[in-house]
Nanobody, 123 residues
Framework: QVQLVESGGGLVQAGGSLRLSCAASRRTFSSYGGGWFRQAPGKEREFVAAISWSGDTTYYADSVKGRFTISKNNAKNTVYLQMNSLKPEDTAAYYC????????????????WGQGTQVTVSS
């Protein structure tokens, strides 16, 4: 079992930046891929970014490419999401996820989820 705890959410003005962190409870997290999803009010949860277990490969939703960066520190069992040039449409609850196998955009493939952290971008 892997427990994930997100932090770093908050209120920011449009154009600002935030860095989300996702700390995992297990040392073996280094062998898991990491990802971020988000869910805005009244909308379905959607894929944001993912990173392979080694950190060599990353994937991004088109809506965040060039603005968000996902990274992984296996020594700290932590995945990060650096969010720059934030827009009001980025407002959502952001969820961290972990996967034992190959990363993918489909929610159903991910094995473990955090409780979420709220990001609110004001215009």
């Amino acid at each position: 079992q892997v427990q994930l705890v997100e932090s770093g959410g908050g209120l920011v003005q449009a154009g600002g930046s935030l860095r989300l962190s996702c700390a995992a409870s297990r040392r073996t997290f280094s062998s898991y891929g990491g990802g971020w999803f988000r869910q805005a009010p009244g909308k379905e949860r959607e894929f944001v970014a993912a990173i392979s277990w080694s950190g060599d490969t990353t994937y991004y939703a088109d809506s965040v490419k060039g603005r968000f960066t996902i990274s992984k520190n296996n020594a700290k069992n932590t995945v990060y999401l650096q969010m720059n040039s934030l827009k009001p449409e980025d407002t959502a609850a952001y969820y961290c996820a972990a996967i034992r196998g190959r990363v993918g955009v489909e929610e159903s493939r991910w094995n473990y989820w955090g409780q979420g952290t709220q990001v609110t971008v004001s215009s």
